[in-house]
Each structure stands twice: as structure tokens, then as C-alpha cells.
């Protein structure tokens, strides 16, 4: 069985998680791949679709998740099959669906094809270029707390940045006119 593994490189401690799934996934074909900016958790998982791997594993937060969902999606091959092994900051769709805590649970749900059906949004915006979103997407003020965090170089840690971010916007934020069709 191949398991691609994506694996988000600013994670504290990213090289021991590497290891440790390693060590659990030991009997698998495990092809990895570490993150290093925002947009290649999207081309990891692409290229693993499209390479033929059973599932698409992605050790990190909403953001790298929603990165890999555009990847499998855009792929020759969308119907590959997508794992989180949560280790972000808010984890708001772990939060939400029954997910795999551990490494375990999270090995042995893919050999069992343990997977959960999801509704997948679709917004084409006006460049045309087509994005996919799972669980939430935000506009306005959530949507500039994303932007900025996602551009954020974290100093402080995720959690102490995501809080001043908030605030940030709470503080700044100006309302714009936003059309949906």
C-alpha cells in the first residue's frame, strides 16, 4: 500500500513527527514530502494523487488540509482518498467530523478504508480559476485573520499570533462589498 504523507515543515518538532510515522506506517510504501511555503501541501498532494498513492495523509492544520483538497481535487485522479492527521493550530474540521487522534486509529481507518464521505464546495472566482473548500471558508474579518496568518512568519508560535491577528482585525477591519452567485 502507498501512503503519500504531507507534512507541514514549520511544525516544531517536524522531523520526530516525520519519524514517528515512520515507525507506525513502517510496513508501507510511505512517500513524504515537507512543506516549506504556503501552495505545496496543493502540488504534494497533485503529484501523490496522480503518482497512484491509496491515500493522501496531511500532518497539519485547516490550511494545509484545504491545500490538499485543491491538490486531489485539480489531479487527474480526485477520487484519491484524503487522511488528516491533526496537528494544527485550531483544527477546526478535525473539530467537526469524527477524525483519527493518533497515529493508530488514523493506520488503522486506512487499511480498512475507514473513510468519511464530505461535501466539497466549489467557488470559481472571477479569474475563473476554480478553488475547493471543506468544512468552512470565511469572508470579511475571518477571511482577514486567514490572509494575515497565512502570511505570518509565527514568532511568537501559532496560537499567540492566530490571538493577535484576531485583534488586528477587530481593530482594523473595514467592511467591503462582496457579491456571491
Known sequence: MKIGLILHGGKKGADEMLSQFHTVFGKFNVISGKTCKHGEAEQLAKVMSEFGVNAVVVCGGDGSLNQAVNGILQSKKPDTPLAVWPCGTANDFVKTLHVPKTLDTLKWAIENSKFQAVDVAEIKRNDEKKNYFINVTDVGLGGGVARDMQK???????????????????????KKRVTFS
Open 152 to 174: 505570518s512568519k509565527r514568532r511568537l508560535g501559532s496560537f499567540i499570533t492566530y490571538q493577535l491577528l484576531i485583534l488586528k482585525q477587530l481593530i482594523l477591519y473595514r
